[in-house]
């Protein structure tokens, strides 16, 4: 077992039992022209995590655990976008709408893209997600029970948004989770601090909190 110094409390993890999750570092939220940006957010904040990011990849691989990486995107038909999706946001540029990284937030577009310092290896799974949580409409409950995965580590964006979603999924699913909050943003920074004190708050109610510094320190041999 392994223990990172997190908050509430320390998170106690067997690394053969443990992957990462990175949801959606995509150009489509962290560049300009994408779906982020037509939603009239500062797509700035979010960039600034990816060395964060890249450490936190570089620390599982150096351990040879498991890692995920995230997309959120639709079919080009648009068949698992439902209306009540597609219909907020920005009226003049919607979920399948052409925009400067192609359509917006559709699989195999350039927009929909991990940003290129993060790009997957191989042996690391890409999921294509339809929802905000990475649960939904995806098979990553299996993936992760083939593997006999019990504990994640999550990463990326946004934290209030698919982040949280995908934790709190995961914690009723039965898994201890842990968000690295040095490599999670948001457009929002006091929705940031909320989420993660809501994550932490009553005893680790959707499980724990700790910087890449304490990661890696913990995932060292
Ligand atoms: C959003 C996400 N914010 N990846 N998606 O729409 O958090």
Redesign the pocket.
């Known amino acids: 077992m392994k223990t990172i110094a997190a908050q509430p409390f320390d998170f106690r993890f067997d690394p053969a039992h443990t992957a990462l999750i990175v949801?959606?570092m995509?150009r489509d939220?962290i560049e300009p022209g994408g779906?982020?940006a037509t939603l009239g957010n500062d797509v700035s904040l979010l960039k600034k995590i990816v060395p964060t990011v890249a450490r936190l990849l570089a620390a599982f691989r150096g351990a040879g655990l498991p890692i995920i990486h995230t997309r959120?995107c639709h079919r080009s038909d648009l068949s698992d976008c439902p209306p009540a999706k597609r219909n907020r946001g920005n009226p003049s540029l919607r979920i399948g709408d052409p925009g400067p990284m192609g359509r917006i937030l559709i699989a195999g577009e350039p927009g929909a893209d991990i940003v290129p310092e993060l790009a997957a290896r191989a042996g690391e799974i890409v999921l294509d997600k339809p929802g905000?949580g990475a649960f939904y409409g995806t098979p990553l409950s299996s993936i992760l029970a083939d593997q006999g995965i019990t504990h994640l580590v999550l990463a990326?964006?946004?934290t209030e948004?698919?982040?949280q979603t995908t934790m709190r999924e995961a914690n009723d699913r039965g898994f201890e989770c842990l968000l690295a909050e040095d490599a999670t943003e948001s457009y929002f920074p006091e929705f940031k601090k909320a989420t993660l004190d809501m994550i932490r708050a009553q005893g680790a109610i959707v499980g724990w909190t700790a910087t890449v510094g304490q990661i890696e320190k913990a995932l060292r041999p």
């Open positions: 949801i959606d995509q939220f779906f982020g959120e905000k990326g964006v946004t948004v698919c982040v």
